[in-house]
């Protein structure tokens, strides 16, 4: 089994100099894998089994889920991603991380899991809202709410009705209605942009860059702003590592909005 400590050097390894942050709060902390396009945009990797192989992509997304209150998904990612359970790692890397979680992010509680969408058209199946161990909650608006009476949900599942829902509005109101310090965001890029847009909502952002041109249907089609765009709006990156992959280079980089996320008002 890997041990906390284990994990704290395979995370500063990752991402040398962040150990205070790793200790407290992140804020909203976006983690995604993207391909830089040579003409500026970057593209979000599909999540399915021809995805660029990346074992450290995989650590780097369990470990934002350890140290996660809240995993913030879309409908759109869960109709794409039928197994997706928001499990921080698997085997021994699990049994690390639920260790690390426990001592380093001194967390009890598993993560709720959010789920936006403004269709409500979920799978009342699905594998993330089947768990009975996991609280999640569907965030929608009026006509979701509707749509999603019908759909027998498990009774761990909650509707959360918004009068006008955004990702933007649930990242806030998870930190400041429901006081909760760290929301991991792991949504498309449709939903993911518009946390860009000024004024900036991304506290922390993990990026993996694929470094080899991934086929055309292995990339979302709704780009993410550039690299140039992040960097002007979250500044230079706090550290970049290079890694050999199976699937050829990669690089993984971690950005800190100068500003320090607010505390939960709760
Ligand atoms: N590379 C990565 O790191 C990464 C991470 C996550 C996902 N993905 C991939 O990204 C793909 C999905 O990306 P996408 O761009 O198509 O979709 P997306 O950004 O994940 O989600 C868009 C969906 O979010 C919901 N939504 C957006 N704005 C909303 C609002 N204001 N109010 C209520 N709901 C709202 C809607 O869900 P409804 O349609 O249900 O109404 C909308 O269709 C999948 O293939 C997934 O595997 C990649």
């Given amino acids: 089994m890997e041990s906390w400590r284990e994990i704290e050097t395979r995370a500063e390894a990752l991402h040398p100099g962040s150990g205070d942050d790793r200790r407290s709060d992140a804020g909203v902390l976006h983690g995604t ?22 074992p450290t992509d995989f650590f780097a997304l369990s470990l934002a889920r350890a ?17 997706l359970r928001h499990e921080a790692g698997t085997g021994a890397l699990a049994r690390g991380l639920a260790d690390w979680r426990s001592r380093v992010a001194e967390r009890t509680a598993p993560p709720v899991s959010v789920v936006l969408t403004r269709s409500g058209e979920l799978d009342a199946d699905h594998a993330l809202l089947a768990d009975p161990a996991r609280r999640v909650w569907i965030a929608t608006g009026e006509d979701g709410a509707r749509a999603l009476a019908p759909r027998r949900l498990p009774a761990h599942v909650e509707v ?61 089609h709704a780009p993410l702003p550039s690299l140039t765009e992040l960097e002007h709006r979250l500044g230079p990156p706090r550290s970049g590592v290079d890694g050999d992959e199976p699937s050829g ?6 950005y800190r909005a100068a500003r320090r996320a607010a505390p939960p008002s709760c």
């Fill in 249 to 254: 280079p990669w690089s993984f980089r971690r």
């Fill in 160 to 220: 959360w009705t918004l009068a006008q829902p955004s990702l933007r509005a649930v990242v806030a109101g998870l930190r400041s209605e429901r006081g909760l310090g760290t929301v991991v965001v792991e949504a498309g890029p449709s939903a993911a942009r518009e946390l860009y847009t000024p004024p900036v909502a991304v506290d922390e952002l993990w990026l993996s860059l694929c470094g080899v041109e991934p086929a055309p249907d292995v990339v979302e």
């Fill in 33 to 54: 894998a993207a391909w830089a396009s040579p003409n500026g945009p970057l593209l979000c990797l599909r999540i399915d089994a021809h995805t660029p192989a990346s």
């Fill in 67 to 83: 140290r996660a209150d809240a995993i913030v998904t879309t409908g759109a990612t869960l109709r794409a991603e039928p197994e």
